[in-house]
Nanobody, 127 residues
């Protein structure tokens, strides 16, 4: 199994930045990459960004391109998500998840691809 723990959430103002971190442990060798998802109140969970452990290939939802940056630290098994120019509509619970080895690149943005999930961290952006 792969265990995932998110950190870094909080309450900020419009235009502020936050840096979320996903820490992976356990059988991380079975993980192909990490994705970040979010779920706003009353809405479905949606893809935000993803990165592969090996090649560092990155994937972003159109809504966050240019404002959010995903990266990785293979030595620490962490995946930060830097979020800049935050907006009230970015308010949500943010989750990281692990995609298994063998995942196709085009599947990295698909929620059902991921087989391990963290508990989430809350982000609130006020106007």
């Amino acid at each position: 199994q792969v265990q995932l723990v998110e950190s870094g959430g909080g309450s900020v103002q419009t235009g502020d930045s936050l840096r979320l971190v996903c820490a992976a442990s356990g059988r991380t060798s079975r993980s192909y990459g990490i994705g970040w998802f979010r779920q706003a109140p009353g809405k479905e969970r949606e893809f935000v960004a993803a990165i592969t452990w090996g090649g560092g290939n990155t994937y972003y939802a159109d809504s966050v391109k240019g404002r959010f940056t995903i990266s990785k630290d293979n030595a620490k098994n962490t995946v930060p998500l830097q979020m800049n120019s935050l907006k009230p509509e970015n308010t949500a619970d943010y989750y990281c998840a692990s995609a298994p080895r063998g995942t196709a690149a085009q599947a990295m943005g698909v929620m059902k691809t991921y087989n391990y999930w963290g508990q989430g961290t809350q982000v609130t952006v006020s106007s």
